[in-house]
């Protein structure tokens, strides 16, 4: 139901999943195991899988910079490089899912209260249909910060509140790893 009446392929992305960003974060090795076997999943199912990294605070082509070993790029990925928490603020982004027919996105990665939100709602407001991956996003304890929840909790809410995202032409929905589909017909 994206707003893209010629766009009926999905897209798996994969946000800010770096060295530098997911160390210390809640339960980042099975976060890495999901999202590795999402990819996977993807790529079997001839879905694009597209690749995020926040150069904003990490010097590009640094060590914390790197993604994590367990996940890397095939050739010929969509690879992103960003400066703002949505993923398609000031990027090539847009024009990439465009030339891929992709009105259907995927997301997981980290962090769930910051660069995840902003690129679930930058998508709705943009046309398309986004789907949270229950399971496949994390963030770091940000209570020292003044959050007033644990990760856990973020993550939880993250899951709650993007069950309710609509839009006038889109949709947001979260399913847990094991229900994601990357076929335009089927939407769990």
């Not at 076997?37 to 995020?52: I, M, S, T």
């Not at 209570?143 to 069950?163: D, K």
Request: glycine share 8%; aromatic share 6%.
């Amino acid at each position: 139901m994206s707003g893209f009446s010629d766009r009926d392929q999905t897209a798996l992305v994969v946000i800010d999943m770096q060295r530098g960003v997911v160390s210390g974060n809640h339960e980042v090795d099975r976060v890495t195991r999901t999202i590795a076997d999402l990819v996977e999943r993807a790529r079997a199912d001839g879905a694009p899988v597209v690749w995020v990294q926040d150069h904003a605070e990490l010097e590009q082509g640094s060590e914390p910079w790197q993604l994590v070993d367990e996940l890397q790029p095939a050739e010929g990925e969509v690879r992103v490089d960003k400066r703002f928490g949505d993923s398609f603020e000031a990027t090539d982004l847009e024009e990439r899912l465009a030339e891929r027919g992709v009105g259907r996105l995927v997301v997981t990665g980290a962090q769930t209260d910051a660069c995840i939100r902003a690129t679930l709602h930058g998508a709705l407001t943009r046309g398309y249909d986004v789907t949270l991956v229950a399971d496949a996003h994390t963030t770091e304890d940000l209570r020292e910060w003044g959050s007033p929840i644990s990760p856990e909790q973020a993550i939880a809410y993250a899951n709650l509140y993007w069950t309710f995202a609509r839009g006038a032409q889109t949709s947001g929905q979260v399913v847990p790893a094991a229900e994601v589909s990357f076929h335009a017909d089927l939407h769990a």
